[in-house]
């Protein structure tokens, strides 16, 4: 016979402060008494549906739930157990939150039903009712109070929003990946103008590499008393937002990118210009991954490089993030595109993204080989730097574009004029971010990829996935020239 177990309580914080926490399906180790460790199985996120977390109690019993339907429309997440210790045979548990009148308190409703051996059924229905529903309350009000969530000030006011914890991924001083190091913090209420995003994926880029190595210090200034955090995009969904946003309401699923880094984390609160609706076709994973680098592609194919049909293009590093999608989309608009790539896999995969001639090379040697091929290329996209500094001056055409996107070799030796006069040759050096410095052209753009991605002038791109603890991994595997198409953290 199936036992039923109920409980239900009044939390003194708004409902999104409530759900804020337990919508994370492993947050019961910051804030449940018995629960001694907790992890997501498979690096899955702790909000995906169908996702297990296996745990240990502090008596040393050991479970396996898994996360069955998650509704942030109606506050209300299921589970069950799918292996323990403890003798809780098909155990479903429902947790439920309605606003209370003045929408300052929470209602929490928590039910399970279960079978036990005979005998059992008392101890174990009083184990999950007080140890389980009752001591959680208990603890969850502790923990919101120890976060200043419950706290009012003198004069009694409730705050309007209010911290929630956040994982971050912070850097105290320049170097090598191995300076990327995971805690704990608090996310901030969001301010006015502001958007707070509980995120799902995070996408890896260059520029990252670029901050954490120091190359651009007045843009990440980091120390160990006033870390920095790396990342400047990510997708996932609105838990709250400031005085003065419209638009955006608790559970719209939303991208962005923005100036200032701080995306490597779990909770973020950003301006809500930076932020753009998703489609119900993006998935969170392939947001991350696609709309800096896809923006980017945007604006080096129609605004700097203007390429049509008949473009000698020559991009470097083909196969990757955003090598890919200019290939792609180049290839669409008519383009002679000629790729470089280290490997025989990248040169595969580049010749299926769009490059007509690849060249492979290790040491950056390609300009007698553009020249070969096409006589010249009339745009290079150009993430290399340095290392391909004279190769690019010989494999450019008259009147070619040199367009420098990155430095992955190192940071570009100054052009003198002359080396650009000899073939009547320009150069630019572009930053997303002044092709996307209003919400409308961020909006505009971010359609054009999406677009470009629903009628096929674009394939979904590989995806490498990481953990947001693991981004000290995900950035040597970077830097390691062995990656194809996009790196992503997921919290």
């Not at 990510?234 to 990118?257: C, E, Q």
């Not at 604006?299 to 090598?323: P, S």
């Not at 010749?351 to 001639?357: F, K, N, T, V, Y």
């Not at 008259?398 to 080396?419: E, V």
Request: charged share 25%; proline share 6%.
């Amino acid at each position: 016979m199936l036992q039923k177990v109920v409980r239900s309580t009044v939390i003194d914080a708004p409902i999104e402060r409530v759900w804020a926490v337990l919508r994370d399906f492993n947050s019961h180790d910051q804030w449940h008494s018995a629960i001694a460790e907790s992890r997501i199985e498979g690096n899955e996120r702790s909000d995906q549906v169908g996702c297990v977390r296996s745990f240990t109690l502090k008596d040393g019993n050991r479970i396996r739930e898994q996360l069955l339907t998650l509704d942030d429309t109606q506050h209300k997440s299921t589970y069950c157990i799918v292996e323990a210790t403890l003798p809780l045979q098909r155990y479903v548990a429902t947790v439920t939150l309605k606003p209370v009148t003045d929408g300052k308190k929470t209602f929490w409703h928590w039910e399970s039903t279960f079978a036990t051996p005979p005998g059992m059924e008392r101890e174990l229905s009083e184990t999950v009712a007080k140890g389980v529903y009752e001591t959680g309350f208990d603890n969850l009000r502790q923990h919101l109070l120890q976060r200043n969530d419950l706290r009012t000030d003198r004069g009694g006011a409730m705050p309007t929003a209010l911290p929630v914890p956040t994982r971050r991924v912070v850097l105290q001083r320049y170097g090598g990946p191995e300076e990327l190091r995971p805690e704990n913090a608090d996310a901030d209420s969001p301010r006015a103008g502001e958007v707070r995003i509980r995120q799902r994926a995070i996408g890896i880029n260059f520029i990252d590499v670029y901050l954490r190595r120091g190359w651009v210090p007045q843009m990440l200034p980091v120390s160990s008393t006033a870390p920095g955090v790396l990342g400047m995009e990510a997708a996932g969904g609105v838990i709250d937002v400031g005085p003065n946003v419209s638009g955006f309401l608790p559970g719209d699923r939303v991208a962005y990118i923005g100036p200032q880094p701080g995306a490597y984390c779990s909770v973020r609160s950003v301006p809500a210009e930076w932020v753009v609706r998703l489609p119900a076709a993006v998935e969170d994973d392939m947001a991350a991954a696609l709309l800096l680098k896809g923006i980017t592609a945007d604006y080096l194919l129609h605004d700097l490089g203007r390429v049509q049909r008949g473009t000698r293009l020559l991009v470097h590093a083909a196969a990757g993030g955003v090598g890919l999608l200019v290939c792609q989309w180049a290839r669409r608009l008519g383009a002679v595109v000629i790729g470089t790539v280290s490997t025989d896999a990248k040169a595969r995969v580049a010749r299926d993204h769009g490059c007509e001639h690849v060249i492979v090379t290790r040491d950056y040697r390609f300009a007698d080989a553009v020249q070969r091929l096409c006589g010249g290329a009339d745009v290079v996209i150009d993430g290399l730097g340095d290392a391909a500094r004279d190769e690019n001056l010989v494999a450019l055409a008259r009147r070619g574009h040199w367009i420098s996107l990155g430095q992955a070799s190192g940071p570009l030796t100054p052009l003198p004029p002359d080396a650009l006069v000899a073939k009547s040759l320009s150069f630019s050096r572009p930053v997303v971010f002044d092709y996307v410095s209003t919400h409308a052209q961020l909006a505009e753009r971010a359609q054009q990829v999406w677009s470009a991605l629903a009628d096929g002038a674009i394939k979904p791109p590989p995806i490498e996935r990481f953990s947001l603890d693991a981004a000290a991994q995900a950035h040597a595997r970077l830097e390691s020239r062995a990656t194809i198409g996009a790196l992503i953290l997921v919290p």
